[in-house]
């Protein structure tokens, strides 16, 4: 976790609390964190998953890795402590999302078990949902959409999350879908089908 740096700061209580955001939307807010290597599907998924909230009329936000990196996050490196505050960074945003009532769909491959936990910590009980998007090695390398393996491959792309950089699979995340034989549509109503049965579509 990363230690402040600013004096002089007094973190300020809002008048309207999470709880009647909540009631005003008519749900609650949760972060889904979608985890995995790069081709597996997360993105993909998150973005059907969103699509059939919204057309359910829930408030929702995809906060997607690449998207964020020309952004937010620009200055981050694909290094490992530079992964790290990419993650951490976004861990924050995502609270002050689901603390004003959205349902928040992160894709990102956040390949180490310590980052994401720390995402957890952050938020508070009940909003952190770790969603692993396990398609094997060689089913991300045969998609391949961007090229990326193939480049790691190649060696002109250094540290490569699965090929010359880990990949820690969630050991206790709230769900796994599997991306290897299931299609986008059923993936994404597995997600919604969770969403529901824990009460987080109503208030």
Same mark, same amino acid.
């Given at each position: 976790?990363?230690?402040?740096?600013?004096?002089?700061?007094?973190?300020?209580?809002?008048?309207?609390?999470?709880?009647?955001?909540?009631?005003?939307?008519?749900?609650?807010?949760?972060?889904?964190?979608?985890?995995?290597?790069?081709?597996?599907?997360?993105?993909?998924?998150?973005?059907?998953?969103?699509?059939?909230?919204?057309?359910?009329?829930?408030?929702?936000?995809?906060?997607?890795?690449?998207?964020?990196?020309?952004?937010?996050?620009?200055?981050?490196?694909?290094?490992?402590?530079?992964?790290?505050?990419?993650?951490?960074?976004?861990?924050?945003?995502?609270?002050?999302?689901?603390?004003?009532?959205?349902?928040?769909? *992160?894709?990102?491959?956040? /390949? $180490?078990?310590?980052?994401? #936990?720390?995402?957890? !910590?952050?938020? @508070? %009980?009940?909003?952190?949902?770790?969603?692993?998007?396990?398609?094997?090695?060689?089913?991300?390398?045969?998609?391949?959409?961007?090229?990326?393996?193939?480049?790691?491959?190649?060696?002109?792309?250094?540290?490569? *999350?699965?090929?010359?950089? /880990? $990949?820690?699979?969630?050991? #206790?995340?709230?769900? !796994?879908?599997? @991306? %290897?034989?299931?299609?986008?549509?059923?993936?994404?109503?597995?997600?919604?089908?969770?969403?529901?049965?824990?009460?987080?579509?109503?208030?």
């Amino acid at each position: 976790m990363a230690d402040q740096q600013a004096t002089d700061v007094t973190w300020h209580e809002h008048n309207v609390t999470s709880e009647e955001r909540q009631k005003l939307n008519g749900h609650k807010g949760a972060v889904l964190w979608f985890t995995g290597l790069s081709a597996c599907g997360k993105s993909t998924v998150a973005n059907a998953v969103d699509r059939m909230l919204h057309d359910r009329g829930i408030h929702t936000c995809v906060l997607d890795g690449d998207n964020i990196r020309m952004g937010l996050n620009k200055n981050l490196s694909f290094a490992p402590e530079d992964r790290t505050e990419n993650i951490r960074r976004i861990g924050e945003v995502s609270k002050l999302f689901c603390d004003a009532g959205v349902i928040v769909l *992160t894709a990102f491959i956040s /390949p $180490y078990r310590e980052d994401r #936990n720390q995402v957890r !910590e952050i938020l @508070s %009980d009940g909003q952190f949902h770790e969603v692993y998007v396990n398609a094997s090695l060689a089913t991300c390398e045969e998609r391949d959409p961007k090229g990326l393996y193939k480049k790691a491959r190649a060696g002109e792309i250094k540290g490569f *999350t699965g090929v010359d950089a /880990p $990949y820690e699979a969630p050991e #206790n995340g709230e769900i !796994e879908l599997d @991306s %290897d034989s299931k299609g986008i549509e059923e993936l994404a109503k597995e997600i919604v089908a969770y969403l529901e049965e824990k009460g987080y579509l109503s208030v």
